[in-house]
């Protein structure tokens, strides 16, 4: 089946620091989603990516996927404590009855030091 | 957030026990999603429901059953719960080919 790397798994940083984790696919993807989850909440989307090559900008959040489709990273400016939380990325399947199918990054801990 | 009611909230219960967590959603979306979270893992897909009384497997289905009797609830089963599926759940709701919206989850022991 599909596999979805991510990494870091942990990164620990200085608040107004950058952070970036990155998503590696074994698979050309139709496209990619990214989630985010707070501690002890649940996942909330925050962009996809559909075209080669997209780079996409959310304020400090910038997405980008790659040339050929199977990576994909984002990148957060200037870290601020209310960016804490762990980031998913999720590749998205075409199922056979209309709807995406997603196999989940293992996801990459964000911690911020004030 | 949208409208996704998971229940219960917390379980603990015996291993061999039966344990059914419940989805039930007010956004009318034909796609729902059981995911279950464990540390390492990430989330992966446990079944979900093209529709009422239309289910597929994800890639964790082992020991795991669901049903759809009506479009705004969607059941996980656990007919004999084993302690390896001590766990998070999560139920996620989707238009289509749309980004997915996730329940509060439900945190499951099983001694």
């Known amino acids: 089946g599909q596999q979805v790397m991510q990494i870091p798994q942990y990164q620990h940083v200085q608040e107004g620091e950058d952070f970036t984790t990155y998503c590696n696919s074994s698979?050309?993807?139709?496209?990619i989603q990214w989630y985010k989850q707070r501690p002890g909440g649940h996942p909330v989307f925050l962009i996809q990516?559909?075209?080669?090559?997209e780079v996409k900008k959310q304020k400090r959040l910038t997405f980008q996927f790659g040339e050929a489709k199977k990576n994909s990273s984002l990148h957060i400016t200037a870290t601020q404590t209310t960016d804490v939380g762990t980031y998913f990325c999720?590749?998205?399947?075409?199922?056979?009855?209309?709807?995406?199918?997603?196999?989940f990054g293992t996801g990459t801990r964000l911690t911020i030091i004030p | 957030d949208a409208g996704i009611t998971q229940s219960p909230r917390h379980k603990v219960t015996e291993t061999g026990t039966p344990v059914t967590l419940r989805c039930h959603q007010t956004?009318?979306?034909?796609?729902m999603y059981w995911y279950r979270q464990d540390p390492g893992h990430g989330l992966r897909l446990i079944h979900y429901?093209?529709?009422?009384?239309?289910?597929d497997k994800g890639e964790v289905s082992d020991g795991y059953s669901v049903s759809r009797s009506k479009t705004e609830d969607f059941l996980l089963t656990l007919e004999s719960a084993t302690s390896s599926q001590t766990s998070v759940y999560f139920c996620?709701?989707?238009?289509?080919?749309?980004?997915?919206?996730f329940g509060d989850g439900t945190r499951l022991s099983i001694l």
């Open positions: 996620a709701i989707s238009g289509g080919r749309q980004p997915q919206h």
């Open positions: 698979t050309t993807l139709s496209n």
């Open positions: 990516l559909v075209k080669s090559g």
């Open positions: 999720a590749a998205a399947l075409i199922s056979n009855f209309g709807n995406e199918k997603l196999t």
């Open positions: 956004e009318n979306h034909r796609y």
């Open positions: 429901s093209y529709g009422v009384k239309d289910t």
